[in-house]
Every structure is written in C-alpha cells, then in structure tokens.
C-alpha cells in the first residue's frame, strides 16, 4: 500500500510517497480502508517539526479521516465489515477529563497518521460518523468539529440569545458558526476578507467586522452589543487577539482558546481588564470520544453539513498541503483516496 511520510527530515518537501505492507490487526483492533482524509494547520506543524522537533523514526501526518472497515481482530465488537469509521484525535481519551497520559495517543504524532491507504486502529479509538455526510464532509470532523463542539456546547454550553464572537473562517471557525446558530445564539465573525464575511453571513452569521478595515474590531463588538460585549469568544488569533477578545467580553464572559494564527506568546497580556470582566479562559484541546459521538448525533438530526473549500487526490497530496499553508481557504481542505 502507499502512505506519505516523513522519513529523517522535517518539512513539507521531505513528505514523500512509501510502499508499506498492508498492516493486519491484532486483537481488539481493525483494519481501515481511508477514503478520504482532511487537514488541520497542526499537521503543518507536525511536518516542520514545530510540534516534536525530535524526528526518531519516519511518521505518516495527518490526523483527521475516514475510510470502511475491511478486517476485524480478534475480541472486537464494536463495528463489523462495512462500517464507515474515524478515528478520534486522542486514541485514549474516551471520555471525562483528559490526562497528562492522554497527549501521547494523537494521531499524527506522536502515533502515525492516516495519509494512507490502509490503517489499523484500537476499536475503542473509533466512532462511526453520520450516513448523510459525504466522505470529505465526514473526514472533517474529527479535530475541526469536535474542537468547535467542546468550545460552542460542552465548555462554551452557548445558549439561545448569546452573542459569540468566532475568529476567521477556516474549519474550527466555520463548524464554531453552525453549532453556535444550532443552538440560537447571534453570530460576529471577524476575517480579513469582505468576500469571505459574505459566505459566512450565507451560512447564517449575523455580523461580520474586517479586521483590516477595522482594527479596533473589539470597540465594534461592544458597539453591536450596546456596550455589554459578547457572551462567548472563539479566540483562534492567539497573540494578537486575546487582549481585544478580552476587551470585546461582557462581564463573566467565556473565552475559548483554540489556536495561535498570529503566534503562542501573548506579550502584554493585561490582567487589568480581565480581572474587571471576570474573563473565563478555557483552552481546548479537540475533545473525547464520548463528545465526538454526542456531536454526531447532533449533526445527524439537524441535517448539518460541514464546509469543505477543496478536494485534492491522494496523489496530490503535497499540494493540498501547499494550499492549507498559503491560508486562504474557506472551510476544509479534503484529500480524497
């Protein structure tokens, strides 16, 4: 079979095709067939080596996808052949809080990916995604929806008449939009780009502020708010946007931090305003098998489709890469087996 690795040097054009046996699956796992994968920024990370500088063996990327279970091991019972399967993010997460034990189970590192064409994967570290999504639209949603479910309804616990504030229109941003309308609150979107604030307004967000036309984009949400600021904020911006996502929070506001677009070190953090808004931070970090399958059904019942900008073939799978990279997508970025 043919897989994408990352043989003894980090980098995109170090991502190479290799031919691997067809792995067989032991007791309590099963084989995968992928159908289709998509793309986070994080597996940009993983391929430069931003995330595990230390390159101990070749690694296969790519965290999020979807394929048809073609081989059960022994002691298995949660699938059968035929089943349509993604793995979740964190293989050992299944549900409750995470542990310090959990971070050592991601797909795409430190474990091996799924830029490939057969996969084999502990049952437990499986769920079975909705019959109406298409291949692509299904392999969107282990990291991307299940990241933008634990901020909007699990920590975030949005609620009909709030106001949240999402970042960008990339995957988390999108799936942070419909499952904040899902559940009835106002949408603010924030993006560079007056043609991408258009497309969003069409998926249902009721505002949208061009942070270039408007760089004190917090001043205009206290202005859209009436001066009470919003309920909840989707902060994928990092370093150049926490302190204005603070300024733009009402009083015992939530922040959920999910990413570092402009960078990971917030320099002048002010404490001042945070403290008088009572801010709430909440990282999130993807989320559990037990939230993965919530959101599906979630997703099943309300008919809800995920926002997929490209479909590249296997072979084409660099320059998929290449695409995410240059950052001016709207929504996923599919690769298709």
């Given amino acids: 079979m043919k897989v994408y690795e990352i043989e003894s040097e980090f980098g995109l054009d170090q991502l190479k095709v290799a031919e691997h046996p067809i792995p067989n699956p032991r007791s309590g796992e099963v084989r995968i067939k992928m159908r289709a994968v998509s793309l986070n920024a ?7 080596g931003f995330y595990n500088p230390i390159l101990n063996s070749p690694l296969i990327p790519v965290s999020d996808g979807v394929g048809e279970v073609v081989a059960l091991g022994e002691h298995t019972s949660r699938f059968k052949i035929g089943d349509r399967v993604s793995g979740i993010f964190t293989q050992s997460w299944i549900s409750g809080e995470p542990t310090q034990e959990n971070w050592v189970s991601s797909l795409g590192s430190p474990l091996d990916g799924l830029l490939a064409e057969y996969v084999v994967l502990p049952e437990e570290g499986l769920v079975r995604v909705p019959d109406l999504l298409t291949d692509e639209e299904a392999a969107t949603l282990p990291c991307a929806g299940v990241t933008a479910w634990h901020a909007i309804v699990e920590e975030g616990k949005v609620k009909a008449g709030e106001t949240v504030v999402i970042q960008g229109t990339g995957g988390v941003s999108l799936f942070a939009l419909q499952f904040a309308k899902l559940h009835g609150a106002q949408v603010i979107i924030t993006s560079s780009s007056d043609e991408k604030l258009k497309r969003a307004k069409g998926l249902g967000a009721d505002f949208g502020i061009n942070y270039l036309k408007t760089p004190e984009w917090d001043k205009a949400v206290l202005e859209l708010t009436g001066g009470r600021g919003a309920d909840h904020i989707v902060d994928l911006g990092g370093s150049s946007t926490l302190n204005k996502s603070i ?12 990413g570092g677009l402009s960078g990971f070190q917030v320099e002048g953090f002010e404490i001042i305003p ?20 919530t959101m599906n059904r979630a997703v099943e019942q309300n008919g809800l489709r995920p926002i997929i900008d490209a479909v590249f073939p296997f072979e084409q799978s660099v320059e998929a890469l290449q695409y995410l990279a240059k950052g001016t997508h709207f929504g996923k970025i599919c690769i298709k087996l």
């Fill in 42 to 48: 994080r597996d940009l990370g993983v391929i430069d």
């Fill in 247 to 258: 300024v733009a929070l009402r009083v015992g506001g939530r922040i959920s931090l999910v």
């Fill in 274 to 293: 945070a403290i008088l808004r009572k801010a709430r931070l909440q990282a999130i970090n993807v989320g559990s098998r037990d939230m993965f399958e």
